[in-house]
């Protein structure tokens, strides 16, 4: 069981786009749910203990199904996402390496039957969001003011080593027997 998120990492406020010089080649405008704004996206990937799975920084233009397959080479089982996620060509390529992707539907979407557990999983998406929010404000990883390319992304990479160092992960807290009947298959 895993879950994956993007994160915005901008580089500078949006007012300053046009001025900004030190990410001129790399960085991309890009929306989040909540902004545009000018920089990277941080994909990761967790476990149901909060751990770090899979990490790839994007700029920030780039949609959030596109690193998808690279980051989940090598696991299996089921991946909730949120709606950016939606896609039946990724939905496809991914159950042919053994990974269940699970996200909500669209309003305009068909009804599908979903099971229980999948449904009751895909509410614990909270996780993901609070472990984005301690990248964010425990661990700093969301920088604006960095004067070199490679300073930002050893900040960047040094954040995320903070975060796996972290004592107090957010987690789902799943008994031996939930964990045991996620394991059977319905």
Request: charged share 20%.
């Given at each position: 069981m895993a879950f994956i998120d993007s994160l915005p990492l901008p580089v500078c406020h949006n007012r300053r786009i046009y001025n900004h010089q030190v990410f001129a080649d790399f960085a991309q405008r890009g929306k989040s749910s909540m902004d545009w704004f000018y920089g990277f996206k941080l994909h990761f990937v967790i476990n149901d203990?909060?751990?770090?799975?899979?990490?790839?920084?994007?700029?920030?233009?780039?949609?959030?199904r596109t690193p998808v397959p690279d980051l989940v080479q090598g696991l299996w089982g089921q991946l909730f996402g949120d709606r950016g996620y939606l896609g039946q060509e990724l939905f496809e390529q991914l159950q042919q390496t053994g990974v269940q992707l699970i996200t909500k539907l669209k309003r305009n979407m068909k009804n599908k039957l979903?099971?229980?557990?999948?449904?009751?999983?895909?509410?614990?998406?909270?996780?993901?969001?609070?472990?984005?929010?301690?990248?964010?404000?425990?661990?700093?990883?969301?920088?604006?003011?960095?004067?070199?390319?490679?300073?930002?992304?050893?900040?960047?990479?040094?954040?995320?080593?903070?975060?796996?160092?972290?004592?107090?992960?957010?987690?789902?807290?799943?008994?031996?027997?939930?964990?045991?009947?996620?394991?059977?298959?319905?």
């Open positions: 203990t909060g751990d770090l799975l899979a990490v790839r920084l994007t700029p920030g233009h780039v949609d959030d979903m099971p229980l557990w999948d449904k009751l999983l895909l509410r614990q998406r909270a996780l993901i969001e609070s472990v984005g929010k301690q990248l964010k404000h425990v661990c700093q990883i969301a920088h604006t003011r960095h004067r070199s390319v490679p300073h930002a992304f050893v900040h960047t990479f040094a954040a995320l080593v903070a975060y796996t160092w972290h004592e107090h992960k957010p987690s789902l807290h799943l008994t031996d027997e939930e964990q045991r009947l996620l394991a059977e298959p319905f």
